[in-house]
């Protein structure tokens, strides 16, 4: 039997854990406790060892064999990242789930991985402040450049980085983004009396937040249907005006956010529909999640939504009210194929999961660390089972 050589250590990022929780962190989340899992069932030659400010709570990521390292007082957020991870990192190969790395790892020629989920502050600038697009754009070709690997969420993204810099295209890997915690889906009961249209995301122009609150008012006055919409803001976003019109007020309701997922699994459950319009993304969460639950979806019609539903949402013209109106009306009265659609979304869901998105990490991981491996020996299939993980049904 082949010696097995000592498994190297994987030192993740954990900046995510101090961030407010969208959809960036909600991956890192479920990534990092997929991946923890993966490693104490002893599917993968790797260790991991989680480093993160002093404050972060790690308790929802149910860790079985990460180590956690926490770091005394001192700088903060991005100056944390930047300033104290690096010295943290030793002899690890350091893995970023957020979109930014330490400059200094990446000058260093440190073994480094980055997970870009989408580069929306470049395709919708209005959307976001200007220091935030002035950050991420300054640290996007060092990224591109130096990261010894880079993972996104969907071929369409990939195919948008490997266009801003070619020579990036061969270590770019794909890690679709998973739906719902495996095991914890209840769907909804077939006799269960559906009244609202449900918009889970952040409040921004990039995700059409005005179109859904055209529709929704719309909605409310022609249908007497009420519409939720669940999200906010953050520091990172251009401010807009959410504004709803007195008359309608019971009927638009703005919620804010909704971190608990017991919570949201109910909103998703209760939906008439979920109307997410965006005009752009990259592996959007909240379709797949409404699919889990028999959640009907409307969704807009560009490429990355369409790799992630397949035939399994109906599609809209995100720059049309009218065709958004009409969409979610199909779905509220029923109409012929909904039934169809529900069932081949039920099948799209279980397609996406974060065990399989953490198995493509951890093998874009090995394969960095194979080509870093001085000696050139290559890692073989008897040294993982994430070749057989991730074709498994």
């Known amino acids: 039997m082949p010696l097995r050589r000592t498994p190297r250590e994987i030192v993740i990022n954990g900046r995510f854990l101090t961030q407010p929780v969208t959809g960036v962190q909600r991956v890192a989340r479920e990534v990092v406790r997929a991946m923890d899992h993966l490693i104490a069932e ?68 440190h073994p480094t991985t980055v997970m870009i989920h989408d580069l929306s502050y470049r395709q919708f600038p209005e959307a976001y402040r200007y220091r935030y697009r002035l950050g991420h754009g300054l640290m996007l070709p060092f990224l591109l450049r130096r990261a010894s690997a880079l993972l996104t969420v969907s071929e369409t993204e990939r195919a948008v980085l490997g266009k801003l810099h070619p020579p990036a295209l061969p270590r770019i890997r794909v890690a679709q983004n ?16 559906a009244g609202y249209v449900l918009y889970v995301g952040s409040l921004s122009s ?12 719309r909605l409310a006055r022609e249908d007497g249907v009420s519409t939720l919409l669940v999200g906010a803001s953050s520091d990172i976003l251009t401010p807009i005006a959410a504004n709803v019109p007195d008359d309608i007020r019971d009927k638009v309701r703005l919620v804010g956010p909704v971190t608990d997922l017991a919570a949201l699994a109910q909103l998703y459950r209760e939906a008439a529909c979920l109307l997410f319009p965006s005009f752009y993304e990259a592996s959007p969460l909240p ?18 939504m369409t790799e992630r539903c397949g035939t399994a949402a109906l599609y809209c013209d995100p720059h049309s009210i009218d065709d958004m109106v009409q969409a979610v009306r199909r779905c509220i009265r029923h109409d012929t194929g909904i039934a169809e659609q529900i069932s081949r979304a039920y099948d799209r869901a279980t397609r996406w999961s974060w065990r399989s998105q953490a198995e493509a990490v951890l093998e874009a991981l090995l394969i960095a660390e194979a080509k870093a491996d001085h000696s050139g020996r290559r890692v073989n299939s008897g040294e993982t089972k994430l070749s057989a993980l991730a074709t498994a049904p």
Request: glycine residues 12%; hydrophobic residues 40%.
């Open 42 to 109: 002893d599917q993968v030659p790797l260790r991991l060892r989680l480093v993160c400010e002093a404050g972060a709570d790690v308790s929802e990521l149910d860790l079985r064999s990460t180590m956690v390292e926490r770091t005394g007082a001192g700088p903060r957020g991005h100056l944390w990242e930047q300033v104290i991870l690096p010295g943290r990192v030793r002899g690890g190969h350091l893995l970023c789930l957020g979109n930014t790395a330490p400059i200094r790892s990446l000058l260093a020629s």
């Open 178 to 193: 998973g739906g719902w915690r495996d095991g914890s889906v209840q769907p909804r009961s077939d006799s269960c009396d």
């Open 206 to 217: 990039r995700k059409n937040i005005d179109g859904v609150l055209a529709v929704a008012i």
């Open 287 to 304: 379709p797949v999640e409404a699919m889990n639950f028999g959640c009907p979806v409307v969704v807009s019609a560009i490429p990355s």
